[in-house]
């Protein structure tokens, strides 16, 4: 009987074994459901995520500078053009040169039909705040020698967010440069835009005109 008991007994341990040796390996299965991610997968695919963002981000981002970059270089060209075709314009419609250097021009004649005879200068902004600029000058009446410097009617003539120089050259009419007032009669006038303010130039535009025919 007691051989048999014991042998009971131990019938019993080995089925014990037995059944935790089955649930362990179940439990483990449970612990992960058939078609789920791991903890480190899910981190991997969370970086990865995050890293393509990070690409198109900088890719949307250096587009948007680009078209920016792209549309003040535009206006830049604009502004060098238009400034370069109304100066000359002036230059055209104009009878004598006043003063003429190499970064300031004054103008005289009559510029509409029956008007007195007045003066006009172009010149660079020298204040703070207008560096950078073209000014207009315009002074009607006797047109006293260095009226851009005494004072006027004047008004930018570039836009004040884009740095902006004309230089000027002066030659007679067979095209020899000279110095004399009197003897100028086309004027070289080049027209230099700084997009971005860098000390650099963008555009440069370069143009002759003519004074008018009725010289003094």
């Not at 981190?43 to 963002?53: C, D, E, N, Q």
């Not at 509409?112 to 000014?135: D, K, M, N, Q, Y």
Request: glycine share 10%.
């Amino acid at each position: 009987m007691r051989t048999i008991r014991g042998s009971a007994e131990i019938g019993k341990r080995g089925n014990a074994l037995d059944t935790l040796r089955i649930a362990i390996p179940r439990f483990r299965d449970s612990a992960i459901p058939d078609g789920g991610f791991t903890i480190v997968e899910l981190l991997m695919a969370l970086a990865l995520g995050a890293l393509v963002m990070l690409v198109l981000f900088r890719a949307f981002a250096g587009a948007v500078a680009a078209q920016a970059e792209t549309e003040a270089q535009i206006a830049g060209h604009q502004q060098s053009r238009d400034l370069a075709q109304w100066i000359a314009g002036i230059i055209q419609a104009s009878s004598a040169v006043r003063t003429g250097t190499a970064s300031l021009l004054e103008l005289s004649g009559s510029f509409e039909a029956g008007a007195p005879v007045e003066c006009v200068g172009i010149f660079p902004g020298r204040l703070a705040p207008l560096r950078g600029t073209v000014v207009y000058e315009r002074r009607r009446a006797d047109c006293p020698d260095g009226a851009t410097s005494t004072g006027g009617v004047a008004a930018l003539a570039s836009d004040p967010t884009v740095s902006t120089t004309v230089a000027f050259g002066y030659r007679d009419a067979r095209g020899r440069p000279v110095a004399d007032v009197n003897e100028m009669r086309l004027i070289d006038l080049t027209v230099t835009v700084d997009v971005d303010r860098d000390g650099r130039a963008d555009y440069r535009l370069t143009q002759v005109a003519a004074l008018r025919g009725d010289h003094r």
